[in-house]
Nanobody
Framework: QVQLAESGGGLVQAGGSLRLSCVAS??????MGWYRQAPGKQRDLVAL???????NYADSVKGRFTISRDGAKNTLYLQMNNLKPEDTAVYYC??????????????WGQGTQVTVSS
C-alpha cells in the first residue's frame, strides 16, 4: 500500500516562507501534486508536477510557490514564499498512476496545516 507522509507545515507570518515535504513509499507515479483545503471550502489544486517534469500552478500561487521533486529521496516539495493569510489551509500531497490517460491509482497524504497570520 502506497503511503504519502507530509511535513513542514506550521504557523508563519505574512510574507514568510515554508517548505512542505512529502515522502512517498511507492514509485513510478505519473504525476504528484499539492492540494489545499481551507475550512468550509473544497479541496483545490495548488501545484502539479508530472513525470515529464511539466508543472502547473494555481493562478493564486504563481510566482510565489515552487513544486519540485528529489527522485533519489522519493520526496516531493512545495516551496512557499511570500505567504499570505489566504494561503491558510490544510495542504495535501497527492500521487496518481495513469493508464491510457485514466487515473487507476490515486493516493493522498494525511495533510499538514499551514497557517499564515496577518
Amino acid at each position: 500500500q502506497v503511503q504519502l507522509a507530509e511535513s513542514g507545515g506550521g504557523l508563519v507570518q505574512a510574507g514568510g516562507s515554508l517548505r512542505l515535504s512529502c515522502v512517498a513509499s511507492g514509485r513510478n507515479f505519473n504525476a504528484m501534486g499539492w492540494y489545499r483545503q481551507a475550512p468550509g471550502k473544497q479541496r483545490d489544486l495548488v501545484a502539479l508536477l508530472t513525470n515529464a517534469a511539466a508543472t502547473n500552478y494555481a493562478d493564486s500561487v504563481k510566482g510565489r510557490f515552487t513544486i519540485s521533486r528529489d527522485g533519489a529521496k522519493n520526496t516531493l516539495y512545495l516551496q512557499m514564499n511570500n505567504l499570505k493569510p489566504e494561503d491558510t489551509a490544510v495542504y495535501y500531497c497527492n500521487a496518481v498512476k495513469l493508464v491510457l490517460g485514466t487515473v487507476v491509482d490515486d493516493y493522498w497524504g494525511q495533510g499538514t496545516q499551514v497557517t499564515v497570520s496577518s
